[in-house]
């Protein structure tokens, strides 16, 4: 039996999930947009608005170190807005305003020190978190790390 892992609200009766057996997909309402089967499993998951256009997109991290963001449309697998491997487990993604200046940011870490923030505009864009913010980020990170299980 293949459970849910993760259940991410994505608003208007929509929700993002993630399957234990490396399924990720949408439903608006009991009727389901789209679904991609992967086989790395996914470890976590959340929404945030990628494209800038006001419509949240599915950010989901995978055991393989691979880290998705895949537009919410109806129809379709979901394309792939931004694609990124890192060298291990993606251990938690997050949409917060960590810096707290009003600027939320997709936050990925794949280890304890190190995060990446991403933007439709700059996709490659990478940086460690500085030792100021370090502690604030890692109780962001399990946070959402505990929140996903």
Partial sequence: VDGAMALCEIGNKRFAYATKSGAVGT????????????????????????????????????????????????????????RDKFSSTVAGVLACDYRMNGIVLLVC??????????????PNLRFLVSSRHLALFR?????????SQ
């Fill in 27 to 82: 439903f608006e309402g009991v009727d389901r947009s789209w679904r991609v089967q992967m086989s790395a499993k996914p470890t976590c998951m959340c929404v945030y608005d990628m494209t800038m256009d006001g419509n949240a997109d599915v950010v989901v991290g995978w055991t393989d170190g691979t880290l998705e963001v895949r537009e919410d449309r109806t129809g379709g697998a979901g394309p792939i807005i931004v």
């Fill in 109 to 122: 870490g794949h280890t304890i020190v190190t995060c990446m923030f991403v933007s439709v505009r700059s």
């Fill in 139 to 147: 109780v962001a990170l399990a946070l959402a790390c505990t929140s």
